[in-house]
Each structure stands twice: as C-alpha cells, then as structure tokens.
C-alpha cells in the first residue's frame, strides 16, 4: 500500500483537494485517518482552532485512537461535536460490509464533512490492491440532514462535501 509520506507529489494531492478544506475560523477539524505522517495537518490547523487527529493506529502526531468502522458511538464525540469532519482516501481500505456504519458514525459526530476517494476507473485505485470498491448509498447520507455537494473529477477521484442543512 502506498503510504501518503511515499507520493511523489504530495503538492499536488493537496492542490487538487486545496478547495475542499473546511473554512477558516472553523472551530475544531477532526482529521479521520489521518495516517501516521498526518500530511494535512498544517493545511487543516490553520483553519480551525482544534485539530484532532484520528487512526486506527497510534504514533506520535495521533491524538486518538480509535476505528470508525466499528459503528455507533465509537467515536469519542458527543452528536455534532465536530464542526467539520476530514476523511481522504480512506473509505475505500474500508471492508464494504463496514463502509456505511463508518460513514453513519462521521455523520454522527460531524456537523460537515469531507470524503474524498479513487473511483475504480482511478489508477490510484487500481495501483492499491487494498482498496475496495465503495458501496455507500450517498443520497441516503444526504437524507440524513446534509446537502451533499460533489467535487468527483473525470480522472476518477470522488470528491463528496455534506454540509449541515439548516433547521427548518
């Protein structure tokens, strides 16, 4: 699997998703998979004034500990807690049977979010034989309160931004 400290060009990873970060003045940032590297920390710490990351393994720039895969309220947040939740290219590492409770649980704890994805048309996803195809029903997640915007490419790469709808 290639790891994000081992793109040739990290820059323009983060050019092509530089539109997608979370607003400046947001108040806490939760990076999902945030990898050990952590490679969109600094972009995501100058927009917020709490960032938190997250993986399924420890290391040194890993604030929490925990897998979103495992379902409901596995995540040490209370509801909407998250002012903006960031989850690239992890979804598809995902196992399909466990890919919509991920995705229940960002959107249990994250009042907007971000999730980004090689499509299986993408080199990148065929690059990674562990990545799985994405099964998740996004017009479901959007019927959970969010308006869904997609930033998806023609290259392959799915780019998905649920935004809180506003209480009627």
Not at 99 to 122: D, G, H, K, L, W
Request: aromatic letters at 8%.
């Amino acid at each position: 699997m290639l790891r994000p400290e081992e793109h040739t060009n990290m820059e323009a990873v983060v050019e092509a998703y530089r539109h997608l970060l979370p607003p400046p003045g947001t108040n806490v940032i939760l990076d999902i998979g945030a990898g050990l590297s952590t490679p969109w920390a600094e972009h995501l710490q100058r927009r917020c004034a709490h960032y938190i990351a997250l993986d399924v393994r420890g290391g040194v720039h890993i604030d929490i500990v925990a897998d979103a895969s495992l379902g409901h309220h596995c995540l040490p947040f209370t509801d909407k807690g998250v002012s903006w939740g960031w989850c690239t290219e992890v979804i598809e590492h995902i196992p399909p049977e466990r890919q919509m409770q991920t995705v229940m649980e960002i959107a249990r704890v994250c009042r907007n979010f971000v999730i980004t994805y090689p499509s299986t048309r993408s080199r990148h996803f065929r690059a990674d034989p562990g990545h799985n195809v994405v099964v998740v029903d996004w017009r479901e997640v959007e019927s959970w309160g969010f308006r869904m915007t997609d930033h998806s490419t023609p290259s392959g790469r799915v780019a998905l931004v649920f935004t809180e709808r506003e209480a009627a």
